[in-house]
T-cell receptor, first 115, second 114 residues
């Protein structure tokens, strides 16, 4: 039962162009979403988050969009840089109102930014 | 703030052996999590501590797995009688005690069971 889905295993873009990474979720109880970036042999690092009361959150080159009716979110990176090449995970806490912040992760999208 | 520290970074063991991993969280974080990640998958939740209390365990955590956080600081994850299917990256994370606080991850321990 994959509650957070990232259907694109990989994405390749040219340096300077926009990268768009997509994520779908099935649980309507989710009310908070996070994106993590992971380099090989390192742990995931937090990138950006969004609460369900918003439909957009921006931090520098990174913007996350949330479409609650479609249960879909996307991460936009503009402009893309070679250092952005990594695996990107979408994640969400269970959303049942519990105190735990455990996260449910998608399977990740490998982004390759070509110089 | 030295971040979340995990030891060892790599562990190679033979099937049937026991292994133990250590995690030192960020000092002011009282929540600690263990995750497992296999190739092509996202991190999967294993267990969670609030201070020294283990409050939640995943169905993935078979009875060969045990985790402790004896004084509410560092934590250990032990796998007994390892199997080849246990080969994975074991990740530790910590967070503050507030809802929707982000998790800070360590670099992980890569386990290979031969």
């Amino acid at each position: 039962d994959q509650q957070v889905k990232q259907n694109s295993p990989s994405l390749s873009v040219q340096e300077g162009r926009i990268s768009i990474l997509n994520c779908d979720y099935t649980n309507s109880m989710f009310d908070y979403f996070l994106w993590y970036k992971k380099y090989p042999a390192e742990g995931p690092t937090f990138l950006i988050s969004i609460s369900s009361i918003k439909d957009k959150n921006e931090d520098g080159r990174f913007t996350v969009f949330l479409n609650k009716s479609a249960k879909h979110l996307s991460l936009h990176i503009v402009p893309s840089q070679p250092g952005d090449s990594a695996v990107y995970f979408c994640a969400a806490p269970p959303g049942y109102g519990g105190a735990t912040n455990k996260l449910i992760f998608g399977t990740g999208t490998l982004l390759a930014v070509q110089p | 703030d030295t971040g979340v520290s995990q030891d060892p970074r790599h562990k190679i063991t033979k099937r049937g052996q026991n292994v133990t991993f250590r995690c030192d969280p960020i000092s002011e974080h009282n929540r600690l999590y263990w995750y497992r990640q296999t190739l092509g998958q996202g991190p999967e939740f294993l267990t969670y501590f609030q201070n020294e209390a283990q409050l939640e365990k995943s169905r993935l955590l078979s009875d060969r797995f045990s985790a402790e956080r004896p004084k509410g600081s560092f934590s250990t994850l032990e796998i007994q009688r390892t199997e080849q299917g246990d080969s994975a990256m074991y990740l530790c994370a910590s967070s503050l005690d507030r809802r929707n606080e982000k998790l800070f991850f360590g670099s992980g321990t890569q386990l290979s069971v031969l």
